[in-house]
Nanobody
Framework: QVQLTESGGGSVQAGGSLRLSCTAS????????MAWFRQAPGKEREGVVG???????YAVDSVQGRFTMSRDNAKNIAYLQMNSLKPEDTAMYYC????????????????WGQGTQVTVSS
């Protein structure tokens, strides 16, 4: 079972940037879909952006043009670069792993990290 550890969260002002990292323990990391989810207080967890083993990106409309996901298969790390942050981006951000296909189908993700908090002030 893969273990995921997030880092890089923090507090920024609106318009600022943060980069989140997700380190995975799995030897087969390069074969997995990876994604970032977020959960704001009082709301359900939602998928934000996913990446396929070959780098294909699946992002929700609200973050397109602002958030970029990438992966380094040699280091077993997935990244989320967040630019032009807005107060509505405030949430706990979770890294997730899933099977090797269907990376844009959020329900396929079945392994989660503990989360890292992102707070954006106006």
């Amino acid at each position: 079972q893969v273990q995921l550890t997030e880092s890089g969260g923090g507090s920024v002002q609106a318009g600022g940037s943060l980069r989140l990292s997700c380190t995975a323990s799995a030897y087969d990391f390069r074969q997995k879909c990876m994604a970032w989810f977020r959960q704001a207080p009082g709301k359900e967890r939602e998928g934000v952006v996913g990446i396929s083993p070959d780098g294909g990106i699946y992002a929700v409309d609200s973050v397109q043009g602002r958030f970029t996901m990438s992966r380094d298969n040699a280091k077993n790390i997935a990244y989320l670069q967040m630019n032009s942050l807005k107060p509505e981006d405030t949430a706990m951000y979770y890294c997730a792993a899933g099977p090797s296909t269907g990376c844009g189908w959020w329900l396929r993700y079945n392994t989660w990290g503990q989360g890292t908090q992102v707070t954006v002030s106006s």
